[in-house]
């Protein structure tokens, strides 16, 4: 079994869906967690970091479940902008594991 | 400004050569870590070191080798045993351990070996 297991994509939406992608990791001492935004051909860049209490940060919204141990993205209002590969990321005791990643293509 | 620094962007080599690349940092990290990612691929963890003198290896350390010898300099080496090493790699720190520690990553380098 991988660490970090991503939904496979691609996911193909309209403007203005709503889409979410899960995440889960196996590695139940798993310290934090994140989900990366890369787009093609770029280095990955931190979107948002997940708290246990989930967080919010305008139309991104990042839930921890620790007890099922995955990680959610909830996207609103989806933007063409939006378009790019979302990446799990859970950082154990001494290093960080990316999942493979889920592709979003939003379409107008 | 503090970020990372990876060179060259772009790297051509002749197959059978071994070839180094260069990442440095001004953010003052402890952790570095090397990425591969192949095309449609997510990242595949090479090698990490979480302070000077010392690394690990990560899942796909075969045909690389990597030295600490600074806190800020973390460079690859893509040896000639390395199969196929045409990828995008990747270098990024953080500091280890704690609640946010999020990586930062620089801006790649593609190597292709023909």
């Known amino acids: 079994r991988k660490e970090v297991e991503q939904d496979p994509g691609p996911f193909n939406v309209p403007e203005g869906a709503t889409v979410a992608f899960n995440c889960t990791y196996s590695?139940?001492?798993?310290?934090?967690f994140f989900w990366y935004r890369q787009d093609c051909r770029k280095e990955p860049k931190l979107l948002m970091s997940?708290?246990?209490s989930g967080n919010e940060d305008g139309r991104f919204t990042a839930q921890l479940n620790r007890a099922s141990q995955y990680i959610s993205l909830l996207i609103r209002d989806s933007k063409l902008s939006d378009s790019a590969t979302y990446l799990c990321?859970?950082?154990?005791?001494?290093?960080?594991?990316f999942g493979t990643g889920t592709r979003l293509q939003v379409f107008p | 400004d503090g970020g990372i620094t990876q060179s060259p962007k772009y790297l051509f080599r002749k197959e059978g050569q071994n070839v180094t690349l260069s990442c440095e940092q001004n953010?003052?990290?402890?952790?570095m870590y090397w990425y591969r990612q192949d095309p449609g691929q997510g990242l595949r963890l090479i090698y990490y070191?979480?302070?000077?003198?010392?690394?690990q290896k990560g899942d796909i350390a075969e045909g690389y080798s990597v030295s600490r010898e600074k806190k800020e300099s973390f460079p690859l080496t893509v040896t000639s045993a390395q199969k196929n090493p045409t990828a995008f790699y990747l270098c990024?720190?953080?500091?280890?351990?704690?609640?946010?520690?999020?990586?930062?990553f620089g801006q790649g380098t593609r190597l292709t070996v023909v």
């Open positions: 990024a720190s953080s500091i280890p351990g704690g609640a946010s520690t999020e990586a930062f």
């Open positions: 590695n139940s001492a798993s310290q934090s």
């Open positions: 997940v708290y246990s």
């Open positions: 990321v859970v950082r154990g005791t001494d290093k960080l594991i």
């Open positions: 953010l003052n990290h402890d952790a």
């Open positions: 070191s979480q302070i000077v003198n010392d690394f």
